[in-house]
Structures are given as structure tokens and as C-alpha cells.
């Protein structure tokens, strides 16, 4: 497990999340790349925002759970930056991704933050 992945994510909890993120691309609206990523975050207007745990070097998402925290964001972990990328419409991987606008995955969304929560007691 990497410096920043705070709890183990199960193989159904990712599958959603990448569904939702499929969702966000074509109905929403989203951000890629760590420093995007940041700058959403730090401006309040990221939903929820989703990482790799695959990343390498770990020092690049080192600071997002706590960033995410400080702010009240959601944040899911994902198994694989190149299907993180894929489920983006990206031919690229992508360490992180956020969410700006859910669309049509709101219901999605709420089932993931629930059961995240239920993940961090």
C-alpha cells in the first residue's frame, strides 16, 4: 500500500467508481492530472476525486488525502492509473482525477461517499 492510500478499497467499491467517473466524462464534468486535480480542490469545487494507487513515484499524491480532508472532499482509490485514464477517455494513465460536475451519476456517487465512509471508522 502507498504513503497516501488511507484504507483498502474492495474490487466492487472501484468498479463503481469507475463507472462513475465513465458517467462524470459523459455527462459531467471532470479534471485530470495532480495539479489540476489540486487546484479544484483547493478552490472548493471538486465533488469527489479519485487516485491510483498504482502511482510511482507516491510523493505525487502524497498530500491529496489531507488536502481532501482539510476541504470536506470525497476521495475514492482505484487499482490502476491506466484504467483511471481509460475511464476518463484519456489513451494516457492518469494518477488522479476530480469531479466537478457528477451528471448522471449522482445516485452512484452517493452509494460510493456511504460506503467510503463505512470504510474510514
Known amino acids: 500500500m502507498s504513503i497516501y492510500v488511507k484504507y483498502d478499497t474492495p474490487k466492487e467499491l472501484s468498479d463503481k467508481t469507475y ?3 465513465e458517467a462524470a466524462r459523459d455527462t459531467g464534468k471532470i479534471k485530470k492530472g495532480s495539479n489540476e486535480v489540486t487546484k479544484v480542490v483547493e478552490r472548493g469545487d ?3 476525486v479519485v ?3 498504482d ?3 507516491p510523493e505525487i499524491l502524497a498530500h ?3 488536502l481532501c480532508e482539510e476541504r470536506k472532499v470525497a476521495y475514492a482509490y482505484v487499482p490502476s492509473k491506466a484504467e483511471l485514464g481509460n475511464a476518463t477517455g484519456l489513451e494516457k494513465p492518469t494518477a488522479s482525477i476530480a469531479i466537478t460536475d457528477l451528471g448522471k451519476g449522482k ?3 452517493d452509494e ?3 460506503a467510503i465512509a463505512a470504510l474510514n471508522k
Do not use: T
Open 19 to 21: 463507472n462513475l467517473v
Open 51 to 53: 487516485m491510483a494507487a
Open 55 to 57: 502511482v510511482d513515484p
Open 107 to 109: 445516485p452512484l456517487y
Open 112 to 114: 460510493i461517499v456511504k
Open 64 to 66: 491529496m488525502p489531507l
Open 46 to 48: 471538486a465533488a469527489i
